[in-house]
């Protein structure tokens, strides 16, 4: 019969498994670097964009979520075109 440390052993092989891949699944500092600078330029984009379609200041409401529509697109066409997820 085995002994208590081998059925222990057995046990937790799944549990070390699991969290050894997900050590190895989570981004390195270089990457998130990367993708912060990547989402801070698309979002400069998608402002500039939302700014040349509503003018610097509109107190009308349509104008506004018109910007804001077009600023959404902008940024996910960015974030895509750079191979990123939302």
Known sequence: MP????LL??????FLAASSSAQQMQPQPQQ???VSAIRAECFRQANAAA???IGMA?????ATAAGNSVGANAYY???RKNGLRR
Do not use: E, F, Y
């Open 9 to 14: 052993a057995i046990a937790l092989l799944p």
């Open 77 to 79: 066409t960015c974030i």
């Open 58 to 62: 509109s107190a009308n409401p349509a």
């Open 51 to 53: 700014q040349a379609q």
């Open 32 to 34: 998130l670097d990367r």
């Open 3 to 6: 002994g208590t440390r081998t």
